[in-house]
């Protein structure tokens, strides 16, 4: 700039300041902002009682309704039917988390947040990895409390005993986190938050009824049977009940938190692909 | 230095088989303000998300500040700010946390970011409200605090998706004298706008764009000069008087035309020279004048020709 003709040298500014643009932040130092950004909505009940009252009604509902499948040839012997239900509620309940990591991008993508980071000298990959972790956080807090009321109310007591409870919460976290990214990725794509829900329906419920989650899948017709054992649905809720029940089986636990990693390593770059192009 | 901070060379961006930008160059020098005029869907927004690299050009050339957006487009967001319909604050934090947020993310400490947001608050007449919840504000309020997001980071240029849309006129003007003030501290502002008054104020140069294409470029003034209309106006007290005028202004060799039972003789006129030449015809006639008016033409009126010619 020539010394001559800068008018903002020798101007005086009298209340706005112009300090030297700030050096930039680390990956790490975004992520932990962003990420912190997003979990102030724990602060806000009306954002978070709806994600922790939801699961809690429909387990009331399913333990009452579907109680007599206990007294089926296919369901294991012993066995209460709360003390089988909830470890596939958790599991259930992270397709819901997960959905909501991709409705709440897509909210944001509309309301133009997303817009001012993505015009920042900051990473794009920081803005999805600050809200998966901030989504995973608050789905790990829903699943606690469900697993408390679970206890508390309706006499959930599985033989694995606490730390196999909190083994089944961890396959459904994770998987949350798994799908979360999907969703994301999906939520890049489509835009939409109006769009997405509907998606998300009809994910959650194929891979939910067509599952062992509410029935043995012994005790589903051959045709729906099929699909369940195929569903890797049935293979998290698996996992996560034998570890509450006191039977971990490694295999199926170590393959369904392998297949978790594999979907991430596919769907993050899929999303911060499309999310940096979304506008 | 000499180099724009804006400059496009033959820009094009396509959807498909539709041109939202259609070959659309133009420079904006440093410290100054460009006014984008056009319709909903001339391309306006478009341009500013090339030009704040959140979408890229289908060809052509763009450069902010001297960086060109696609080959260094973290470059260039070092130097920019956007505000307007794309770039919003979280509704769900207050304006204070909001400022803290985006300094933060720039990499400045938890003291330089806590001072930045109380010295933007007060600028932008926000200290009051610095802890509510941005859901809570005002339409003005929440604008004045986009803008004051954007400015965070100290940018070179910023961008005003239209900034004031949908607000009240004192509002509307508090955030004019704001833009203001930072081009008078040298900033670079390109500005979309519907409002042509708005670009009159704001605006050092103006460009309209019409289906994604620049259909005028000039200051205001060279605008109204070439495409505009001047016009004197006089109000008479009855129709014999009218009738009079008339004939004395047709004399003076002018065009006044009127309403059919109207009172008002407006004729066009090259400039306000014009004037004295109405009042001595109407004096010589003997016609007592209850008004005059010399109208300058509004960019309404260039708006208008352009889209005209333009076959809209």
């Given at each position: 700039m020539t010394l001559t003709t800068d008018q903002t040298a020798g101007a005086p500014a009298p209340a706005l300041t112009r300090p030297l643009r700030y050096g930039g932040a680390g990956v790490l130092r975004q992520v932990s902002v962003l990420s912190g950004r997003s979990l102030r909505a724990l602060r806000e009940p009306a954002l978070v009682l709806p994600g922790v009252l939801e699961p809690i009604l429909m387990l009331t509902v399913f333990s009452q309704v579907f109680k007599s499948v206990s007294q089926t040839s296919a369901f294991p012997a012993g066995v209460s039917y709360i003390d089988y239900l909830l470890p596939a509620f958790l599991v259930t309940g992270s397709i819901s988390a997960g959905l909501k990591s991709g409705v709440a991008l897509t909210t944001e993508m509309n309301n133009g947040i997303i817009a001012r980071f993505k015009a920042m000298p900051i990473h794009t990959g920081s803005v999805l990895v600050g809200r998966s972790i901030a989504d995973t956080v608050l789905n790990c807090?829903?699943?606690?409390?469900?697993?408390?009321?679970?206890?508390?109310?309706?006499?959930?007591?599985?033989?694995?005993?606490?730390?196999?409870?909190?083994?089944?919460?961890?396959?459904?976290?994770?998987?949350?986190?798994?799908?979360?990214?999907?969703?994301?990725?999906?939520?890049?794509?489509?835009?939409?938050?109006?769009?997405?829900?509907?998606?998300?329906?009809?994910?959650?419920?194929?891979?939910?009824?067509?599952?062992?989650?509410?029935?043995?899948?012994?005790?589903?017709?051959?045709?729906?049977?099929?699909?369940?054992?195929?569903?890797?649905?049935?293979?998290?809720?698996?996992?996560?009940?034998?570890?509450?029940?006191?039977?971990?089986?490694?295999?199926?636990?170590?393959?369904?938190?392998?297949?978790?990693?594999?979907?991430?390593?596919?769907?993050?770059?899929?999303?911060?692909?499309?999310?940096?192009?979304?506008? | 230095m000499d180099t724009p901070m804006i400059e496009l060379t033959d820009v094009t961006k396509a959807f498909g088989s539709t041109k939202a930008l259609d070959g659309v160059s133009l420079t904006v020098p440093h410290g100054t303000v460009l006014g984008l005029l056009g319709h909903n869907g001339a391309g306006k927004t478009t341009l500013v998300g090339i030009l704040s690299t959140l979408a890229l050009p289908t060809s052509g050339q763009a450069r902010v500040a001297g960086v060109d957006v696609v080959r260094h487009p973290e470059e260039v967001r070092r130097r920019i700010g956007l505000t307007g319909q794309y770039a919003a604050v979280d509704e769900t934090l207050s304006g204070h946390a909001n400022l803290l947020l985006i300094a933060r993310l720039l990499g400045a400490t938890r003291a330089q970011a806590a001072s930045r947001a109380e010295e933007l608050l007060e600028l932008f007449s926000l200290t009051d409200a610095a802890h509510r919840a941005v859901k809570n504000y005002s339409g003005g309020m929440r604008r004045r605090l986009d803008l004051a997001a954007s400015l965070v980071g100290d940018p070179d240029v910023i961008f005003l998706d239209e900034p004031t849309t949908g607000l009240d006129p004192t509002a509307r003007r508090a955030l004019w004298d704001v833009v203001q003030r930072l081009v008078r501290e040298g900033t670079t502002v390109l500005l979309t706008t519907q409002y042509l008054e708005e670009a009159d104020v704001l605006a050092d140069s103006i460009t309209v764009l019409s289906a994604g294409r620049v259909v005028a470029s000039g200051t205001a003034e060279e605008l109204k000069n070439r495409i505009g209309h001047r016009s004197v106006s006089v109000t008479v007290r009855g129709a014999d008087d009218r009738e009079l005028a008339a004939a004395a202004l047709r004399r003076a060799g002018l065009s006044p035309a009127h309403e059919d039972d109207g009172l008002v003789?407006?004729?066009?006129?090259?400039?306000?020279?014009?004037?004295?030449?109405?009042?001595?015809?109407?004096?010589?006639?003997?016609?007592?004048?209850?008004?005059?008016?010399?109208?300058?033409?509004?960019?309404?009126?260039?708006?208008?020709?352009?889209?005209?010619?333009d076959g809209r």
């Open positions: 807090v829903n699943m606690l409390v469900m697993l408390a009321a679970a206890a508390l109310v309706f006499g959930y007591g599985p033989d694995g005993g606490v730390l196999g409870s909190l083994g089944a919460v961890l396959v459904a976290v994770v998987l949350g986190w798994s799908l979360g990214w999907v969703f994301m990725a999906l939520s890049a794509w489509v835009r939409k938050p109006e769009a997405l829900q509907p998606i998300g329906g009809i994910v959650n419920m194929v891979l939910l009824f067509a599952s062992n989650a509410f029935v043995p899948a012994e005790g589903l017709p051959g045709w729906l049977r099929a699909f369940a054992e195929v569903n890797p649905m049935s293979y998290a809720i698996t996992a996560a009940r034998d570890l509450a029940l006191g039977e971990p089986s490694t295999a199926t636990v170590l393959a369904t938190l392998g297949t978790c990693v594999v979907i991430v390593t596919v769907t993050a770059p899929l999303a911060v692909r499309s999310f940096r192009r979304a506008t | 003789l407006t004729m066009p006129v090259r400039d306000s020279t014009a004037v004295a030449q109405v009042v001595r015809a109407t004096d010589e006639a003997g016609v007592d004048l209850a008004g005059l008016a010399f109208c300058e033409p509004s960019l309404d009126d260039v708006y208008m020709a352009l889209n005209h010619s």
